[in-house]
């Protein structure tokens, strides 16, 4: 289930669009570029997050809290990057789902 933070972010989001609306509006941008703006923010951020929430609520109910304890460790180079097993299952549930 989501809880306050996830609600939180979500809400930031409409925030954050609603700011670059009338950000567009100052600037004197024309509708069409306006509605180019914003349907490009709602199909790379809002989408996402709202599917990323309800997934992970998905995962996160069939294995508790069990997945976030365990880490991947990826080495690239001489970078070492450290992925939870649960982010790597929300990852992989989606791209199967949205295929």
């Known amino acids: 289930m989501a ?3 996830d609600i939180s972010k979500i809400r930031n989001l409409f925030l954050i669009l609603i700011v670059i609306i009338l950000s567009c509006s100052v600037i004197g941008l024309s509708a069409k570029t306006v509605d180019s703006i914003i349907n490009l923010f709602v199909k790379y951020v809002i ?3 709202f ?3 309800i997934v ?3 995962v ?3 294995t508790g809290q ?3 304890n365990y880490f991947l460790i990826i ?3 001489h970078i070492k990057l450290s992925v939870t097993v649960y982010a790597l299952t929300v990852v992989i549930v989606k791209f199967l789902i949205f295929r």
């Open 60 to 62: 996160d109910s069939l």
């Open 75 to 77: 080495k690239i180079g």
């Open 51 to 53: 599917t990323s929430l």
């Open 56 to 58: 992970g609520s998905l």
């Open 3 to 5: 809880n306050r933070e």
């Open 66 to 68: 069990s997945l976030k």
């Open 47 to 49: 989408i996402p997050a």
